[in-house]
T-cell receptor, first 112, second 114 residues
Framework: GESVGLHLPTLSVQEGDNSIINCAYS??????FIWYKQESGKGPQFIID?????DKRQGQRVTVLLNKTVKHLSLQIAATQPGDSAVYFC???????????FGAGTRLFVKA | DVKVTQSSRYLVKRTGEKVFLECVQD?????MFWYRQDPGLGLRLIYF???????EKGDIPEGYSVSREKKERFSLILESASTNQTSMYLC?????????????FGQGTRLTVV
């Protein structure tokens, strides 16, 4: 069935290092992908998105890479800061069907 | 500052009680969603609505119902609360467009059923 999964449930990085969070998806019809950040006690917040006609998109300190061949999505955070500590969710969306599937989440710990 | 507001941050209810979770958004969004979030399972869709008085079942609708009488308000109802409904409940809204389906989330309601 459809699934969005994360390879690592937890990730611990040193402050200043780069972080990479990975995600696999299985629905080839998904045409829109989002990364959300959820801090403790808060709802998920949008970080960055990418459409299926792109393979890379950059934001401020974040980059999302999409590899449709292997159905893989990644979030790269440059110069990770303590404020980046949170749970990160990938989501795949088939915009024609209002279907969003969320991954289980990866918890990112940033060590000072 | 756009907002999705859930009426309660924490709730404790007894088994068998009828529970109402309220959600209001101020962005004039057409779509509204209710998810539950459990450790290791991510966000699972309970119900969603794309218009007033319209509702669609999500992946885990059993034991829940919803109400959308006004565009800005989407209520989740637990008809007879059970302990396996102890969870974090998240409401979200989004615009009805195929160009941007980013969802905006509320802060969540942590429900404990005892």
């Amino acid at each position: 069935g459809e699934s969005v999964g994360l390879h690592l449930p937890t990730l611990s990085v040193q402050e200043g290092d780069n972080s990479i969070i990975n995600c696999a998806y299985s629905n080839s019809a998904s045409d829109y992908f989002i990364w959300y950040k959820q801090e403790s006690g808060k709802g998920p917040q949008f970080i960055i998105d990418i459409r299926s006609n792109m393979d890379k998109r950059q934001g401020q300190r974040v980059t999302v890479l999409l590899n449709k061949t292997v159905k893989h999505l990644s979030l790269q955070i440059a110069a990770t800061q303590p404020g980046d500590s949170a749970v990160y969710f990938c989501a795949e969306i088939y915009t024609g069907g209002f279907k969003t599937i969320f991954g289980a989440g990866t918890r990112l710990f940033v060590k000072a | 500052d756009v907002k999705v507001t859930q009426s309660s941050r924490y709730l404790v209810k007894r088994t068998g009680e009828k529970v109402f979770l309220e959600c209001v958004q101020d962005m004039d969004h057409e779509n509204m969603f209710w998810y539950r979030q459990d450790p290791g399972l991510g966000l699972r869709l309970i119900y969603f609505s794309y218009d007033v008085k319209m509702k669609e079942k999500g992946d885990i609708p059993e034991g829940y119902s919803v109400s959308r009488e006004k565009k800005e308000r989407f209520s989740l109802i637990l008809e007879s609360a059970s302990t396996n409904q102890t969870s974090m409940y998240l409401c979200a809204s989004s615009r009805l467009t195929d160009l941007n389906t980013e969802a905006f989330f509320g802060q969540g309601t942590r429900l404990t059923v005892v």
